[in-house]
């Protein structure tokens, strides 16, 4: 057989095997087809160093980097299977089994699978195995044409089956759910912004951010699709009485809402991941008293519906934690955590911002470890002050009377003081925003006179307790990065 053609055989049988996973997984839940299985496996299993490496090199599409780079993988598998069966093929056999054991590994060990989930891989498994086979049996035969009708049936096959599975696993219809839960409103508004609050024409982030523009981090590789109808909360752990919580239990209760500002531990300094919202819900405390604590947890431990898990401080999530349904006056989006989500001011979002949170468990630090903990991350993680210069930007070129303009953020103590300084020189005080609550970021200003050649400006916050951030630097792992945001530009 030519190699060509040989790979041709390797690479359309696994292509036919993902495929048919992908389709079976859609009758019990995409998460269990294989292709995704092993993604979200190679996320969890990603050492940190690299983790790290991906969300500074790629951002947000990390996601997107990585299943790419599995597709690479798989391609190489499988066209190395293919020629190594020019002549048997044994070889080709072994590595589709070989590849169907790793799908039904990864898909038994996803927190999110039922059992039942098995079956996609299974169907993987034969569907690869009985196809190469087929097709390599196709292709021996002389002469060179034979084995294309073959070829051609399969893919085609392989992308109506993997389409149609995209389609069915898709199903549930989320938007039709967040439609008809509308525009929520809270008897307890949040205080209007004022038009002082931000700095926006000066360069500073706008002070709410947009659903649309908000920051988004998380590990699953497609977004849970929950309905609000179907979906509850379960309270239980170190409590007299547990119960189970229903979306329209939460809608028919009196629901506050929150000015409140999240931020991601990964940040480096000057880093983009922090926005701003109108978070509407009701307070976990509420919730947490009417279970009634027994005495010694120290720990919530929340759950979300794809398997991630938060372990927030009880004295935090008591004083000021919330279960959010919405967000700036619509329901949570999808991405945000529909239908309900967790927000404790004052926390980084791995340690209490669960979205599509299902469960809550009232415990010890020593007893339960959020996701990221055994992944190097700290246990405890207050957010800690810092500020980023949003204006001038790196190495831009500006008028000698220019704004230097930015934001500071040290939740849940609030911003006291920003102050900039030029070239190493003095420490100036920056003109604040509005202060609008110390579950907030804050904005700043302060216009320079400046002789042409290039400078250099740093800024530096200092919150309600007396704080002034540290200079020192240090890592965003494993607690959140510290250090003066610094940036070069030149006047012309
Ligand atoms: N279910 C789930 N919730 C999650 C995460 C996640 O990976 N899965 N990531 C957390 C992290 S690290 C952050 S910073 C916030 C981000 O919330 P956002 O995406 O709404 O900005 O969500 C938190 N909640
Ligand atoms: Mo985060």
Not at 107 to 128: K, Y
Request: proline share 6%.
């Amino acid at each position: 057989m030519r190699p060509v053609k040989a790979a041709l055989v390797g690479v359309l049988a696994v292509i036919a095997a993902l495929a048919a996973g992908h389709l079976v997984a859609a009758l019990v839940g995409l998460s269990a087809s294989p292709y995704l299985a092993v993604g979200n496996t190679a996320i969890d299993l990603t050492p940190s160093w690299l983790k790290d490496f991906a969300v500074t090199t790629f951002g947000t599409y990390d996601k997107l980097v990585l299943l790419s780079g599995m597709a690479v993988v798989i391609l190489g598998l499988a066209i190395t299977a293919g020629i190594l069966s020019r002549t048997s093929p044994t070889p080709g056999s072994v590595m589709a089994v070989v590849l169907g054991l790793v799908g039904i590994g990864a898909v038994l060990t996803r927190p999110d699978v039922g059992q039942l989930g098995v079956v996609a891989p299974i169907a993987s498994l034969f569907v690869g195995l009985w196809t190469f086979r087929w097709l390599h049996g196709k292709a021996v035969e002389e002469p060179e044409v034979t084995g294309r009708r073959e070829f051609l049936i399969t893919a085609g096959a392989a992308v109506v089956a993997g389409a149609a599975g995209q389609l069915l696993g898709n199903r549930v219809d989320v938007q039709s759910s967040r439609e008809a839960v509308g525009t929520i409103k809270a008897s307890k508004p949040a205080p209007e912004i004022p038009m002082t609050a931000d700095f926006a024409k000066d360069g500073t982030p706008t002070f709410i951010t947009s659903n649309k523009d908000f920051y988004r981090i998380d590990t699953a590789l497609t977004v849970p699709r929950l309905r609000a109808e179907q979906w509850s909360l379960r309270i239980h752990g170190m409590v007299e009485k547990p119960f189970i919580l229903r979306f329209d239990d939460i809608m028919k209760r009196e629901l506050v809402e929150e000015t409140v500002t999240l931020t991601c531990v990964s940040n480096e300094v000057g880093g983009p991941y922090i926005s701003t919202a109108k978070f509407i819900g009701i307070p976990i405390g509420d919730v947490l008293r009417e279970a009634q604590l027994k005495s010694g947890p120290d720990q919530l431990f929340s759950t979300s519906s794809d398997g991630f898990t938060a372990g927030s401080p009880l004295d935090y999530v008591l004083e000021r934690g919330m279960i959010a349904i919405g967000m700036n006056g619509e329901a949570l989006p999808q991405e945000h955590g529909f239908p309900a989500r967790l927000v404790v001011p004052g926390l980084y979002g791995y340690v209490s911002a669960t979205k599509w949170v299902t469960d809550l468990n009232i415990t010890t630090f020593d007893k339960e470890q959020g996701y990221w903990i055994p992944r190097g991350w700290g246990v405890r993680a207050p957010i800690k002050t810092m500020s980023r210069i949003d204006r001038p930007k790196g190495l831009s070129r500006t008028d000698g009377k220019t704004t230097v303009a930015g934001t500071a953020w040290a939740q849940p103590k609030g911003v006291a003081k920003v102050e900039i300084r030029i070239d190493g020189g003095p420490w100036q005080d920056a003109e604040l925003g509005a202060d609008v609550s110390d579950s907030t970021w804050r904005m700043w200003r302060k216009d320079v006179e400046l002789q042409p050649g290039s400078h250099t400006v740093e800024c530096r916050a200092t919150d309600k307790s007396g704080y002034t951030q540290d200079q020192a630097r240090l890592a965003p792992i494993p607690d959140g990065a510290t250090g003066w945001h610094s940036i070069s530009f030149t006047v012309q």
